[in-house]
């Protein structure tokens, strides 16, 4: 009984063995890192500004429930 797997390959989806695949799969590579860093860093700002807008809304909550005690303690 034969059986056969198909050679690993790399970032291109290139088979190890043609002449321009380590170049072109370390291209890919650094295509997709870039692409990953873009897509990283829109995501922390967005985490920022979600984090920014819930302390707001947090801080105005908190300062509305120490009114409410301040006017309840007069």
């Known amino acids: 009984m034969c059986t056969y ?18 170049e072109q799969g ?5 295509e997709n890192n870039l692409n990953r860093s873009e897509r990283l860093q829109q995501n922390k700002n967005t985490l920022k500004s979600e984090l920014c807008f819930l302390n707001c ?12 005690f301040c006017i309840v303690k007069l």
Not at 5 to 10: G, K, Q, R, V
Not at 26 to 30: D, F, S, V, Y
Not at 57 to 68: P, R, T, V, Y
């Open 26 to 30: 370390i291209e890919k590579n650094r």
């Open 5 to 22: 797997s198909s050679p690993p390959t790399l970032g291109g989806g290139l088979k190890i063995g043609d002449k321009k695949a380590p």
């Open 57 to 68: 809304i947090f801080s105005k909550i908190f300062l509305e429930i120490i009114k409410i």
